[in-house]
């Protein structure tokens, strides 16, 4: 192959003659072999395990078509008409309102936890100075404990502030707990981005702050997505944090259950009186908008939730 | 540099920091602190009264049953649900028909991730109500009405799965590896693909078939992953929460049937809200600290191999 050859030629295949040296198959037969009897093999594996997924979940969603005595007949039963009765008694009962307090405190809770975390990883990623280190071990540090070892002093500590039952205690509260991932996540991508780019918005005369805002942060939008999905989903479906939190003070108070909070409640009071199918709806209600942004965006999902395990 | 750095840098800190310090890090270190004292929660008024809260811990048998549970639960959530991860892995990522190329996935091996993961997207709250209703205990839970129609089950004495006391602890299992399995199946999958391919083609120009392809080269390259899995399952087997408190059937917090559903979380809550021991709660609290970073730590180290670079 010394010839100088303009175009890559292709290597001589000989088709239809399978080079036999001794007694060894070619790789084609090799793989070729347990190759369909695997595959059948897998595709029943993977079938059945995505059934055991898939059955529960639509088993839920068909069940708010139903109603009581159907529900309580047979799991097998299949709704007699199909009408969306029990999502809009599920809404009125008040999965409405949980739902309008969860978008609430999400609207600013996440924008503020990715400002600030992405701002915190960045200084932390890009600039030495002394307590660096100290101060990221102790976000990371912060990700590893399980929330409710802090719940009884976190509890004391919002009600001294006066923050029980509110929407910015809250809001607060999921920023903290938001900020390790965001950070961790953040830092390693920040590290990642070239150093030239900023390097010459700073010598074009930029403070250091508008080269974060109008330089660094456009650049860093994928891994922004990417923790922005997760910490919407995150705080969509956080329960022990506003289960702790948002208790009604007095019954004067009202009721500011967030989403998945309020659904077990109703579930574990009977306040639906034994309505199933509301409660059902109520559940298909909560899954949909995760559902949604999950389809949209699985992609990110999957990268943004395994991420943080990955190195 | 023309710009001053230390006002900069301070001025992005300060606020999550201060954030981040007053409802994270100093709860947690008060935790602490509340441990050695019978504070009862209600008032502010406490006496200082050393271990002794720990030294009664372990003579709580509730608690050692507690403990028990967890400890359960840390042995097999972790095996089976790695298990099971890897197997659907190796069947997504090798399963497929071989060409000259090499070994392919399954085709489809895109949407059963996004089947298999989604559980993981679903608030933990809705997967409690969720299972409720599959366990429930007559013909019209999911479980019991399967068992009927399969004639596996007699439909007068359908099984009370989570009233039972020697099935609830399976239940709970049951769900934590029915939700988990999907995400660290996209965790060991992602780590498979970043094998390069040429690491492949060496071992089948060497002749290995698809099976010991997959134990000598990708289980190998895949420790870490697997190591970091096994820390996460971990964790998670000394929480167990929200499971417990609402499947299990008992007045606050679940833990019932006379305590055989308890796990050391539930409990914990229990003597904090309902009994009014804050000191103990918190003394439990950092016991079970102590044992989730002793845990990760013999995992880390037990598991620990020279790293390959690729």
Not at chain 1, 53 to 64: D, R
Not at chain 1, 111 to 117: E, K, Q, Y
């Given at each position: 192959m010394a010839t100088p050859i303009k175009q890559p030629t292709p290597v001589p295949v000989f088709k239809g003659q399978p080079t036999t040296i001794g007694s060894r198959k070619t790789d084609r037969e090799r793989f070729a072999d347990g190759g369909t009897t695997l595959n059948v093999f897998s595709h029943g594996f993977l079938i059945l395990w995505g059934v055991?997924?898939?059955?529960?979940?639509?088993?839920?969603?068909?069940?708010?078509?139903?109603?009581?005595?159907?529900?309580?007949?047979s799991a097998w039963s299949w709704p007699s008409h199909w009408s969306f009765d029990a999502f809009s008694r599920a809404w009125e009962k008040g999965i409405g309102e949980f739902f309008v307090n969860t978008v609430i405190v999400l609207v600013f809770s996440v924008?503020?936890?990715?400002?600030?975390?992405s701002m915190t990883a960045y200084v932390l990623a890009r600039y030495e100075f002394p307590g660096n280190r100290i101060i990221f071990y102790l976000f990371v540090g912060g990700a590893m404990f399980p929330v409710y070892l802090a719940l009884v002093p976190l509890f004391f500590m919002v009600s001294n502030l006066g923050m029980l039952n509110t929407y910015q205690g809250l809001i607060l509260v999921y920023i903290a707990y938001s900020l390790p991932f965001t950070v961790f996540f953040m830092h390693s991508f920040?590290?990642?981005?070239?150093?030239?780019?900023?390097?010459?918005?700073?010598?074009?005369?930029?403070?250091?702050?508008?080269?974060?805002?109008?330089?660094?942060?456009?650049?860093?939008?994928?891994?922004?997505?990417?923790?922005?999905?997760?910490?919407?989903?995150?705080?969509?479906?956080?329960?022990i944090l506003p289960m702790t939190l948002m208790q009604q003070q007095s019954s004067s108070d009202p009721d500011r259950s967030m989403l998945a909070q309020g659904l077990v409640n109703l579930a574990q009071q009977q306040g639906y009186s034994g309505d199933y199918p509301a409660l059902?709806?109520?559940?298909?209600?909560?899954?949909?908008?995760?559902?949604?942004?999950?389809?949209?965006?699985?992609?990110?999902?999957?990268?943004?939730?395994?991420?943080?395990?990955?190195? | 540099m023309r710009y001053r750095k230390y006002p900069f840098i301070a001025g992005f800190l300060v606020i999550p920091v201060v954030l981040y310090v007053v409802f994270v890090i100093w709860p947690y270190l008060q935790t602490f602190g509340y441990s050695l004292t019978d504070w009862s929660g209600q008032s502010q008024e406490m006496h200082f009264v050393g271990l002794e809260n720990y030294t009664k811990l372990f003579g709580d048998h509730v608690f050692l049953q507690a403990l028990q549970h967890n400890v359960l639960l840390l042995v097999f959530l972790p095996v089976i649900t790695i298990l099971l991860a890897l197997f659907f892995a190796f069947m997504l990522n090798v399963g497929g028909r071989g060409g000259t190329t090499g070994v392919r996935g399954v085709r489809g091996s895109a949407f059963y991730k996004v089947v298999f993961f989604f559980p993981q997207v679903l608030s933990v709250a809705i997967l409690v109500v969720l299972f409720q209703a599959v366990y429930r205990s007559d013909g019209s839970g999911l479980l019991n009405g399967i068992l009927i129609k399969l004639h596996l089950q007699d439909p007068s004495a359908p099984v009370e799965w989570l009233n039972s006391p020697n099935l609830v602890m399976w239940c709970l299992l049951g769900v934590q590896i029915w939700a988990g399995v999907g995400f660290y199946l996209v965790l060991f999958s992602a780590a498979m693909q970043s094998v390069p391919k040429d690491i492949y083609e060496a071992a089948l120009l060497d002749g290995a078939g698809r099976l010991q392809t997959f134990f000598k080269v990708t289980l190998p390259l895949l420790w870490d992953s697997v190591q970091t899995a096994w820390v996460y399952l971990a964790i998670a087997a000394m929480d167990f929460f929200v499971l417990a408190s609402?499947?299990?059937?008992?007045?606050?917090?679940?833990?019932?049937?006379?305590?055989?559903?308890?796990?050391?979380?539930?409990?914990?809550?229990?003597?904090?809200?309902?009994?009014?021991?804050?000191?103990?709660?918190?003394?439990?609290?950092?016991?079970?600290?102590?044992?989730?970073?002793?845990?990760?730590?013999?995992?880390?180290?037990?598991?620990?191999?020279?790293?390959?670079?690729?």
């Open positions: 055991m997924i898939l059955l529960p979940l639509a088993w839920i969603v068909l069940g708010s078509f139903k109603n009581n005595t159907e529900i309580g007949a924008p503020l936890t990715m400002l600030l975390g920040f590290r990642t981005l070239p150093t030239a780019v900023h390097e010459a918005a700073m010598i074009d005369g930029c403070s250091h702050s508008r080269a974060f805002f109008q330089v660094m942060l456009p650049m860093a939008k994928p891994g922004l997505i990417s923790v922005g999905i997760f910490n919407v989903l995150g705080q969509w479906n956080q329960y059902f709806a109520g559940m298909t209600i909560a899954m949909l908008p995760v559902l949604v942004v999950y389809l949209s965006f699985q992609r990110q999902v999957q990268a943004g939730l395994t991420a943080g395990t990955l190195k | 609402v499947l299990t059937p008992g007045s606050s917090f679940g833990g019932g049937p006379d305590y055989h559903g308890e796990v050391m979380a539930t409990y914990l809550m229990r003597n904090f809200l309902t009994f009014g021991k804050s000191g103990y709660a918190c003394a439990m609290g950092v016991v079970i600290l102590f044992l989730t970073l002793i845990l990760s730590a013999i995992a880390l180290r037990v598991s620990r191999r020279d790293r390959i670079e690729y």
